[in-house]
Every structure is written in structure tokens, then in C-alpha cells.
């Protein structure tokens, strides 16, 4: 017999007040299905993006996968470009408890997995909020200044961020507003690199956003996320986020943690459906989070 597609469906669920959107794919079947929340990157969108790789991925392999838009992104509400991480985190606890909810989704099986930024988030989440079953990190980060130092590696590019920082802080000091800046200016990305980026990601964020990300620690809670189990998957030749970072937040983890290095790969693990890092993914779900148990 040959197996039905997933079906997809456009939902929307409030995040403190603000609607978010959101598509849910849904394997066949009647069963309660395990089920995965997939968090995009950096000023990114849910659509024509990693995100939407990774939920289409897990959706053929039997997991349910919400992809949703954070505030202030895609199609969902909230300020323009306004992206602050802990927003993020909330933003994240709040799909986890719409989707536990659902009548085809078993509660006590969501887990969740982010790309990048996304990642980061996360690893956040997970931490803080024992209902995720467990946590998928793809290309993440988990200390916003010592991130930023490597993405600005050289004297005059760490000169130049920090300047950056120091004139949009005095700004809004002085009117209130935060200004907006270029993303690359905050997350630097070569240009051969860009067209793995949805249409929809934005080209400006506010100064706030690049502020958020240097305070932002998931390194000091990811030990939270033990005896629950952990995937932290990186690019060993990532030119966007620090290889380390990964490895980092693996040496903090505790058990069961797996950290997985792909070399020859850059940011964007699954452009390409390559074929080492599905089996290598697949794998650890058929191990630590498999469909059936």
C-alpha cells in the first residue's frame, strides 16, 4: 500500500497577545503522532526557508512539524524587524502549548528544532520548559557576545560592531527609538551563502535585536535540559556561526547528548538534502525520538 502524503494546514495561535502563523503538517494516520516545533533563523520566515526544509523532512519520516513565523517575522503579527530573544522564547512556549492541544498530536511527545538563531532559541526553550521532549540544535549558538567576537573576528570588524552597538545604544538613550540597522552589519553572511535565505527574511533589524543577541546565554541553562536528550548538529566549516558554539553548549549538556560535526559543510546542513547529514539526523531520531515507541 502506498502511503499518503502529509497534509498541511495553515493555522494561527496567540503568543502573548500577538497572533502568529503558523502551517502544521500532519502525516496519515489516526494515531497520536510525536511532533516537532521548528524554529527558523535570524530575521527569517517559516516559508522557502531551512525551516521548511526541516518540517517537510520530518513530516515524511512520521512526525507531525509545526513551522511558524516568531513576531515581528513573516506573516505573523507583531513590529516589523523587532526580534528579541526571550520574545522568541515565549513565542516558542506558546506553540508548544497550542500544539499540545491538538487532537491528532500526543503531548507528552513534541520536541523541538531550530536552525541558527533559531537553534539557539531552542536550546533555550528546552531548558527552561520541561514539556519539550527533547531538543534538535542545527548551526546554533549559545553565547551571544563570544558568537558575535567570532563573527567579527578581526580587530577593525569587532571595532566596527562595537561601535555600531555604542552609537544606536546612545541613540535611543537620547529619542526613545531604536534604530534599525542592516542584518548582515549584525550577522555577517557570504554572499554565496544568501540564497539559502527565504525571500521573506528581512533586511533590517532593530538595533534592539543585535543588543538582545549579545546578552543572550543559552550556554547557562542548557544543563536544565538533562535527562531529556539533545542533538547538536554544526557545520565543521560554518562561515556564519562559530563552530565552537556548538561544541560549547555540547560540553555543558548533560546526558544523553550527541554533537555531530559535518565536514565540508557550511551554515546550511540540509540545502542540497544532503544525504550524509538525513542519515546521520534520521539515525539519531530512530535512537533517542523515533515515531513508534
Avoid at 497550542?98 to 526553550?125: E, K, M, N, Q, T
Avoid at 546565554?217 to 558554539?245: M, Y
Wanted: glycine fraction near 10%; hydrophobic fraction near 40%; charged fraction near 20%.
Amino acid at each position: 500500500m502506498t502511503q499518503s502524503s502529509p497534509t498541511e494546514h495553515q493555522v494561527a495561535f496567540p503568543s502573548d497577545g500577538i497572533e502568529l502563523a503558523g502551517d502544521l503538517h500532519l502525516p496519515a494516520g489516526g494515531d497520536k503522532l510525536p511532533a516537532f516545533i521548528v524554529l527558523h533563523g535570524f530575521a527569517g520566515s517559516k516559508d522557502n526557508s531551512h525551516a521548511e526544509k526541516m518540517a517537510r523532512l520530518l513530516a515524511g519520516w512520521g512526525y507531525a512539524a509545526l513551522r511558524f513565523d516568531f513576531r515581528g517575522c513573516g506573516k505573523s503579527g507583531g513590529k516589523r524587524g523587532y526580534i528579541l530573544c526571550h520574545d522568541q522564547v515565549a513565542d516558542a512556549k506558546n506553540a508548544l502549548t497550542w500544539l499540545a492541544g491538538h487532537p491528532r498530536i500526543d503531548a507528552s511527545r513534541i520536541a523541538v528544532i531550530g536552525h541558527s538563531f533559531g537553534a539557539a532559541i531552542a536550546c533555550y526553550a528546552g531548558a527552561v520548559d520541561q514539556r519539550f521532549a527533547a531538543v534538535i540544535s542545527s548551526c546554533g549558538w549559545g553565547h551571544g557576545e563570544r558568537k558575535f567576537r567570532g563573527q567579527h573576528a578581526s580587530p577593525e570588524a569587532w571595532d566596527k560592531f562595537a561601535a555600531m552597538l555604542d552609537t544606536t545604544r546612545r541613540h535611543k538613550e537620547k529619542t526613545g527609538e531604536a534604530l534599525m540597522v542592516p542584518r548582515f552589519d549584525v550577522v555577517p553572511m557570504q554572499e554565496h551563502l544568501r540564497k539559502n535565505l527565504s525571500p521573506s527574511a528581512q533586511m533590517e533589524v532593530s538595533s534592539d535585536t543585535a543588543r538582545s543577541m549579545f546578552e543572550f546565554k543559552a550556554e547557562e541553562v542548557i544543563h536544565w535540559l538533562s535527562p531529556r536528550p539533545v542533538l547538536f548538529l554544526h557545520g565543521a566549516d560554518d562561515t556564519v556561526t562559530p563552530t565552537e558554539q556548538s561544541i560549547r553548549l555540547w560540553e555543558l549538556a548533560g546526558q544523553p547528548k550527541d554533537l555531530i560535526l559535518v565536514t565540508g559543510t557550511d551554515h546550511f546542513p540540509l540545502a542540497g538534502d544532503n544525504p550524509r547529514v538525513l542519515a546521520m539526523l534520521k539515525g539519531w531520531l530512530d535512537l533517542h525520538f523515533a515515531v513508534a515507541r
